[in-house]
Nanobody, 122 residues
Framework: QVQLVESGGGLVQAGGSLRLSCAAS????????MAWFRQAPGKEREFVAA????????YYADSVKGRFTISRDNAKNTVYLQMNSLKPEDTAVYYC???????????????WGQGTQVTVSS
């Protein structure tokens, strides 16, 4: 069992930055791939970024490439999402997720946090 708690969301103007954090507890964090997903009102949850358990491999959705960076600190059991050049369409609840495998689809992730709201004003 892995417990995940996100933090760092908030209200920011377009063009601004935020850094989300996801603190993990429970089973060995360093053996899990981690990912960020987001869900806007009335839309399905979508993949944002993922990172392998060692941090050597990362994947990004096309919509965030070049603006968002996923990273992890296994010593702190934490994964981060640095979000720069934010746009109003980035507004959503952001969730972190954990899985033994590095995958990018919602249904394959076993463990989820409760989410943190990110709102980007125009």
């Amino acid at each position: 069992q892995v417990q995940l708690v996100e933090s760092g969301g908030g209200l920011v103007q377009a063009g601004g930055s935020l850094r989300l954090s996801c603190a993990a507890s429970g089973r060995t964090f360093s053996r899990y791939a981690m990912a960020w997903f987001r869900q806007a009102p009335g839309k399905e949850r979508e993949f944002v970024a993922a990172i392998s358990w060692r941090g050597r491999s990362t994947y990004y959705a096309d919509s965030v490439k070049g603006r968002f960076t996923i990273s992890r600190d296994n010593a702190k059991n934490t994964v981060y999402l640095q979000m720069n050049s934010l746009k109003p369409e980035d507004t959503a609840v952001y969730y972190c997720a954990a899985d033994p495998d590095l995958v990018t689809t919602v249904r394959e992730y076993d463990y989820w946090g409760q989410g943190t709201q990110v709102t980007v004003s125009s």
